[in-house]
């Protein structure tokens, strides 16, 4: 009898299971994947069943080709997952959980300043694009693009100028082979506390400054070292040049700096509630209904 269990265990363990539709996953549907805060989040209860869900039910698009544009600015192209957000498992909820990286709303919302801000993503459409809504509420992002592989998308479908491109890579291959000289390689992002996106930041502001034609040049000399330490030791040893003859500290200045973008964002963020409509008053409504009904 206990090898006739076994059996079919195994029988049913190499099935392709079919979607189930449970109150759990209705819950998920309505409150929406991801639930971002200043500092850390959680995806909604049973995520996992209901990216599988998506994934069976929903076709992926082709791969879309980017409108031109008459704007001249640079381009920075990237994936939040394990950049500006990472997805873990926590015991205390005993749930897959989204962390939001420290600092990524001030991330987007300086590089808007310069940049023309693309999203290249894996992730099943619905659950990126509701932890975007979070993450990104004031559509810093211009394009939100989602693929089941990224290496699809290429400089025909980027439709920019490539040389002045940047793109951010937290692992390898990750993107198609012709953004391969414009790769900033970082480490990916496991859900710890860090200030490195202000490093990013300063990194980006200075290279718009340089008004390069071709970026590729400047990125190419952080390849294959680690950019977060190069870059801070170059910018060490310009700041001492320019200030040699002063009292002032490098790292004191630079938290100097990191502080007042964070009071400038938070200025400005009281500007973008008062402008962004309440398109969640009904969506509230529902949530409060059905866990009512179901809890």
Known sequence: MIKSLWNEFIALKHKKPLPVVTPSIILAITTG???LNARSSTRSLFAS??????????????????PK???????????INNFLCCNRFSLQRFDIV????????????SNAHYYEMILVSDMPQFEGSK???KLDPYGFISYRIFLNNKKEFDKSHLNRDIRRLAVISTSTNEFHSDFNNNLINIREWTGDYDRKLFDLIHFFTNLHYMDLKDFRKTIKSYQGHDFFATFRKAQKRLFNQRNLFSR????????EVNEKKIMDYRKSEESFKRIK????????IIVRFIKGFFL
């Open 33 to 35: 994947i991801a639930s």
């Open 98 to 109: 989204t962390l939001k990286r420290a600092y990524a709303d001030i991330f987007l919302y």
């Open 277 to 284: 409509p309440n398109k969640d008053a009904i969506q509230d």
């Open 248 to 255: 002032n500290n490098f790292d004191e200045k630079l938290a």
């Open 69 to 79: 544009t008459e704007k001249t600015k640079p381009v920075l192209l990237f994936d």
């Open 131 to 133: 932890i975007l809504d």
């Open 49 to 66: 069943p209901l990216s599988f869900l998506a994934q069976s039910l929903f076709e992926r698009p082709s791969v879309p080709v980017i």
